[in-house]
């Protein structure tokens, strides 16, 4: 590619990505609603809210390509999230049909299908069941990107991205976690693959008890190398044995699912 647009890009997933990635595109144009850190000598910084369409539409002007990592990354008001996610998804897909870009890779989240149970098997067919409204954004986006896809031919995989963080820190991570490295290589196939149409694909490393199937993504050629199993010792050491019946260990969602609504 020649320019990728990374919204989001001053969160913890796109900074760790970006060092990973930058064999990916000639220039990097790196959004965030705040600035962003020590952009590199291939990185151009446009500060834009998701929210306001006019400035995402001039975010990605030019660009080959989006990385959307953007948008409320948990729980909140529904008019946070409608703002950030549900809005800032939309400005998203809108500024890639209005520049003719040709592919969206969406962090979409395994909150989408936080109320299956801990332990039951999903596909990329298993209906969304979200476990909140930050889930719901996410099964909304990726509808949203089956719509572009049926009716303007934009392409997008859909990452279900577990939990993304440098190791697993308690037992529900031994099934969810997703490694930096796991996830730049998603990212990298997901752009590279010569048509992806519209895929979902769950974004675990390959966690001896992992609970996604992904056999319906395997033409994105993605094979997760690392596994939470590594820290099975360390993880149990600094978490007691899980209640089975306390309702944040029933759902996979765990605490997005036990959780309230929140009223504001
Ligand atoms: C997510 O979608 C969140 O953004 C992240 O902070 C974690 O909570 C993760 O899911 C998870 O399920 O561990």
Known sequence: MNRLLITGAAGRIATA?????RDL???????????IVAPGPNEEVAICDLADADAVYAAAEGCDGILHL?????????EAIRSANFDGTRNVYEAARRHRIGRVVFASSNHAMGFYPTGQRLDADTPPRPDSYYGLSKAFGEGLARLYWDKCGIESVCMRIGSCFEKPTNRRML??????????ELVRRSFRAPSVGWTVVYGASA???????????????????DNAETFRAEVEASNPPPDPEAPENRWQGAGFAAAPIIER
């Open 70 to 78: 953007g948008g409320c990354p948990h729980e909140d008001a529904w």
């Open 25 to 35: 595109a000639r220039v990097m144009c790196l959004s965030d609603r705040v600035d």
């Open 17 to 21: 990505l970006r060092p990973r990635l």
């Open 175 to 184: 099934s969810t976690w997703l490694s930096d490295d796991d996830l730049a």
């Open 207 to 225: 966690n001896t008890h992992g609970w996604w199937d992904n056999s319906g993504s395997a033409h994105l050629g993605w094979q997760p190398r």
